[in-house]
C-alpha cells in the first residue's frame, strides 16, 4: 500500500513557539493531503485540506493564521502551529491520496504528538 | 458484549470468535466508505473500504457490509485474534476529492 510519513513523530515545545510538522507521501504522488487532529480516546478531526500549489481549505473553527499549511509539491505538506499554546497540545496526523491510482483511499501517517508546555 | 458511555463504545470478544463492529453515517449522499484500524499512538491503518454500488465486499478474514437504506455499515473480522485489539474507525465521503467524515470508533478488546 501507499506509505506516507510524518517529522517528527514527537515535539515538546515551550509556549509561544512555531513547530512545523511535515508529511511526505512517500511512494506516490498526491496534489490533496489532509490534515487531522486527534484528543485521547476522540475520533480524528479534520483540519484543513492542504492543496499542491494553492491555498488550503480550512475547516469551519479552525484558525487559518494560527495553523499555516503549505503544499509546496506533490510529496510534501507541512502544518506549522504558530505561537503554541497548551491547549495546542494533541495527535496532529496527516493523510494523503494517490493521485495515479485515482483511488479515493486516504493513506495515513504514522501521525506526532505535540506538547506544548 | 457492548457498551456505550463516556468514552468510546467498547466491544470485548473471546479470542477466535468473530467480531461485528457497527456504524452508523450520516450522509445519504455518501458513495464511499472505508474501515481503519488504529492502534494507541500510531495513525489509521487502512482496512477495507466499500462502493455505494456494493453491499458486501470481502478481504482476508474481514468482510464490509452496506445497508444504504438505514445508513448503516458493519465490519465483521473472523476468528479475531489479539492483534486485532485496536479502536475501528468508519469514514465516508462523497466522490471526488472531498475529505472524509470520520465516525466515533469503537475499541476492540480481544480477551484471550
Given at each position: 500500500?501507499?506509505?506516507?510519513?510524518?517529522?517528527?513523530?514527537?515535539?515538546?515545545?515551550k509556549?509561544?513557539?512555531?513547530?512545523?510538522i511535515?508529511?511526505?507521501?512517500?511512494?506516490?504522488?498526491a496534489?490533496?493531503?489532509?490534515?487531522?487532529?486527534?484528543?485521547?480516546?476522540?475520533s480524528?478531526?479534520?483540519?484543513?485540506?492542504?492543496n499542491?500549489?494553492?491555498?488550503?481549505?480550512?475547516?469551519q473553527?479552525?484558525?487559518?493564521?494560527?495553523?499555516?499549511?503549505?503544499?509546496?509539491?506533490?510529496?510534501?505538506?507541512?502544518?506549522?502551529?504558530?505561537?503554541?499554546?497548551?491547549?495546542?497540545?494533541?495527535?496532529?496526523?496527516?493523510?494523503?491520496?494517490?493521485?495515479?491510482?485515482?483511488?479515493?483511499?486516504?493513506?495515513?501517517?504514522?501521525?506526532?504528538?505535540?506538547?506544548?508546555? | 458484549?457492548e457498551?456505550?458511555?463516556?468514552?468510546l463504545?467498547?466491544?470485548?470478544?473471546?479470542?477466535?470468535?468473530?467480531?461485528?463492529?457497527?456504524?452508523?453515517?450520516?450522509?445519504?449522499?455518501?458513495?464511499?466508505?472505508?474501515?481503519?484500524?488504529?492502534?494507541?499512538?500510531?495513525?489509521?491503518?487502512f482496512i477495507?473500504?466499500?462502493?455505494?454500488?456494493?453491499?458486501?465486499?470481502?478481504?482476508q478474514?474481514?468482510t464490509?457490509?452496506l445497508?444504504?437504506t438505514?445508513?448503516?455499515?458493519?465490519?465483521?473480522?473472523?476468528a479475531?485474534?489479539?492483534?486485532?485489539?485496536?479502536?475501528?474507525?468508519?469514514?465516508?465521503?462523497?466522490?471526488?476529492?472531498?475529505?472524509?467524515?470520520?465516525?466515533k470508533?469503537t475499541?476492540?478488546s480481544?480477551?484471550?
Open positions: 500500500g501507499a506509505v506516507v510519513s510524518q517529522h517528527p513523530s514527537r515535539v515538546i515545545c509556549s509561544g513557539t512555531s513547530v512545523k511535515e508529511c511526505r507521501s512517500l511512494d506516490f504522488q496534489t490533496t493531503m489532509f490534515w487531522y487532529r486527534q484528543f485521547p480516546k476522540k480524528l478531526m479534520l483540519m484543513a485540506t492542504s499542491e500549489g494553492s491555498k488550503a481549505t480550512y475547516e473553527g479552525v484558525e487559518k493564521d494560527k495553523f499555516l499549511i503549505n503544499h509546496a509539491s506533490l510529496t510534501l505538506s507541512t502544518l506549522t502551529v504558530t505561537s503554541a499554546h497548551p491547549e495546542d497540545s494533541s495527535f496532529y496526523i496527516c493523510s494523503a491520496r494517490d493521485q495515479q491510482r485515482h483511488t479515493d483511499t486516504q493513506y495515513f501517517g504514522p501521525g506526532t504528538r505535540l506538547t506544548v508546555l | 458484549g457498551s456505550v458511555g463516556l468514552h463504545p467498547t466491544l470485548s470478544v473471546q479470542e477466535g470468535d468473530n467480531s461485528i463492529i457497527n456504524c452508523a453515517y450520516s450522509n445519504s449522499a455518501s458513495d464511499y466508505f472505508i474501515w481503519y484500524k488504529q492502534e494507541s499512538g500510531k495513525g489509521p491503518q477495507i473500504d466499500i462502493r455505494s454500488n456494493m453491499d458486501k465486499r470481502q478481504g478474514r474481514v464490509v457490509l445497508n444504504k438505514v445508513k448503516h455499515l458493519s465490519l465483521q473480522i473472523a479475531t485474534q489479539p492483534g486485532d485489539s485496536a479502536v475501528y474507525f468508519c469514514a465516508e465521503s462523497y466522490s471526488g476529492n472531498t475529505p472524509l467524515v470520520f465516525g470508533g475499541r476492540l480481544v480477551i484471550a
